[in-house]
């Protein structure tokens, strides 16, 4: 089956710089990869996807890429702020009628 | 619109008790799935339904029971609650398996004594 694998588990920045986060997946015919963010107490909530018949998405301070070949893709946060400040997790989906893998998870501290 | 509903959002049980995590949606999505949440483990699938009437296992579905009488309602029981059961508890629906993002509920956070 598919793996997903995230890096960092944790990642402090200083508030107005970038933050990234990469993920690697395993399987090839993986084609839908959305990303999550997790407030404490709170239930992940999707902040950007991207499929694989493109290479790149942004969505205002947030931008997400995708290496098809290499098999990897990552998340970049621009302008951080502390409301950013939370749990990340990617995740990866073979084919429609599967389910998602997902990543352990980056805790993401914004230092004001 | 609620969007995915979980109840209760805590609960404490003695070892070998039982109970039902429920769990209701009211987007009409298709597909609910329930998933543990463990520290440095991310999220792992417990079950899951692609429509009413129709389940099936997913990573980790040992002691857990799901049903799926109506669109809405995706309950997971417990069987014989275990230390090893302590996690966060997701419920989560989507109107197309694999292919759209899910809708998350809110969590249930149980710990097993």
């Known amino acids: 089956g598919e793996n997903v694998e995230q890096h960092p588990s944790t990642l402090s920045v200083q508030e107005g710089d970038s933050a990234v986060i990469k993920c690697t997946y395993s399987?090839?015919?993986?084609?839908?990869f959305p990303w999550y963010k997790q407030e404490l107490g709170k239930g992940p909530q999707l902040i950007i996807d991207?499929?694989?018949?493109?290479g790149e998405k942004k969505d205002q301070r947030i931008a997400v890429t995708l290496n098809k070949t290499a098999k990897h893709f990552s998340l970049h946060i621009t302008e951080t702020q502390p409301e950013d400040s939370a749990v990340y997790f990617c995740?990866?989906?073979?084919?429609?009628?599967?389910?998602?893998?997902f990543g352990t998870g980056t805790s993401l501290t914004v230092i004001p | 619109n609620a969007g995915v509903t979980q109840t209760p959002k805590f609960q404490v049980l003695k070892t070998g008790q039982s109970m039902t995590l429920q769990c209701a949606q009211d987007?009409?999505?298709?597909?609910m799935s329930w998933y543990r949440q463990d520290p440095g483990m991310g999220l792992r699938l417990i079950h899951y339904?692609?429509?009413?009437?129709?389940?099936d296992q997913g990573e980790v579905p040992n002691g857990y029971n799901v049903s799926r009488s109506t669109t809405e309602d995706f309950p997971l029981r417990l069987l014989s609650a275990a230390p090893s059961q302590t996690s966060v508890y997701f419920c989560?629906?989507?109107?197309?398996?694999?292919?759209?993002?899910?809708?998350f509920g809110s969590g249930t956070r149980l710990t097993v004594v």
């Open positions: 399987d090839s015919a993986s084609n839908y």
């Open positions: 989560a629906s989507s109107y197309s398996l694999g292919q759209a993002s899910y809708t």
């Open positions: 991207i499929r694989s018949n493109v």
């Open positions: 995740a990866a989906s073979i084919k429609a009628g599967n389910q998602f893998y």
């Open positions: 339904s692609v429509g009413a009437g129709i389940t």
């Open positions: 987007m009409n999505h298709e597909y």
